[in-house]
């Protein structure tokens, strides 16, 4: 992969991420490690993206909770190399957790309206949050059986 095609790919997933509300340096972060053909020091990560030592520590910490990155103690020293993990499945599963957080409350309303427009208008959002959970669950099982039938071979 080129030099542009790479740094065009990092500021990609840096934009993607960035939308789904992590910080775009997050998303530059994990996009190097998607590239990267083995795991990098954090004064690696934070020379190519010209970030701080502090933001990439930040990036990595939260990449790792949502386990898209792990880290690579090295014996004898303090130094840790972080390398991208497949768990983008995690990020969405917390996405849809939080979209059942919001169905959640959002039923709660229900008993507030009880005329239209605005009932059919919570209805509506409701139905669209069920909807992109159940999408969502079908992909993520989906893509488990998939894992798993790899595992097999």
């Given at each position: ?9 990092i500021?990609?997933?840096?934009d993607?991420?960035a939308?789904?509300n ?16 083995a795991?990098?020091s ?5 020379a ?8 990439v ?8 909770s ?12 303090r ?10 499945a ?13 169905i959640?409350?959002?039923r709660e309303?229900e ?28 992909m ?9 039938r790899?595992?097999?071979?």
């Amino acid at each position: 992969m080129n030099a542009d095609r790479r740094g065009s790919f990092i500021v990609s997933v840096g934009d993607l991420l960035a939308s789904w509300n992590l910080p775009h340096a997050t998303g530059r972060v994990y996009g190097l490690l998607l590239v990267s053909e083995a795991p990098l020091s954090l004064d690696m990560i934070a020379a190519e993206l010209a970030l701080s030592k502090g933001s990439v520590s930040t990036a990595v910490r939260q990449l790792d909770s949502w386990g898209l990155a792990r880290t690579i103690p090295q014996p004898g020293s303090r130094r840790l190399l972080v390398e991208a993990a497949g768990g983008i499945a995690s990020l969405l599963e917390a996405s849809h957790a939080r979209a059942k957080t919001l169905i959640a409350a959002l039923r709660e309303g229900e008993d507030l309206v009880s005329t239209d427009p605005a009932r059919r208008r919570l209805e509506d959002v409701i139905g669209l949050f069920a909807s992109y959970v159940d999408v969502g669950s079908q992909m993520l099982s989906t893509y488990r059986r998939q894992q798993e039938r790899g595992k097999e071979s």
